[in-house]
Nanobody, 113 residues
Framework: QVQLVESGGGLVQAGGSLRLSCKIS????????LAWYRQGSGKQRELVAS???????NYADSVKGRFTISRDNDKSTLYLQMNNLRPDDTDVYYC???????WGQGTQVTVSS
């Protein structure tokens, strides 16, 4: 059974930084497109960023220039570096392998003003 284990969430002041990590126990990790989603209370889950197996990245307009998605195939780990955080970035962040629809348990990010 594949497991996705996120870490790195927490409380930070506006303008601060956090780095999320997601360890994925997939034997062919390097082949998958990976993504980070976020969802707040009463809101729809939204795509934050994605990265293909070859390293092509895609970002939501709201995080472009502030967040960076990356992957370490040797460590089977996905990262999300979040800089210049804003209060509206407060959400639960989920690591995801979109196909075949594997999800982590989520990690809370709270940005105070």
């Amino acid at each position: 059974q594949v497991q996705l284990v996120e870490s790195g969430g927490g409380l930070v002041q506006a303008g601060g930084s956090l780095r999320l990590s997601c360890k994925i126990s997939a034997t062919i990790f390097r082949l998958y497109t990976l993504a980070w989603y976020r969802q707040g209370s009463g809101k729809q889950r939204e795509l934050v960023a994605s990265i293909t197996g070859s390293g092509t990245t895609n970002y939501a307009d709201s995080v472009k220039g502030r967040f960076t998605i990356s992957r370490d195939n040797d460590k089977s780990t996905l990262y999300l570096q979040m800089n210049n955080l804003r209060p509206d970035d407060t959400d639960v962040y989920y690591c995801c392998v979109p196909a075949p629809d594997w999800w982590g348990q989520g990690t809370q990010v709270t940005v105070s003003s």
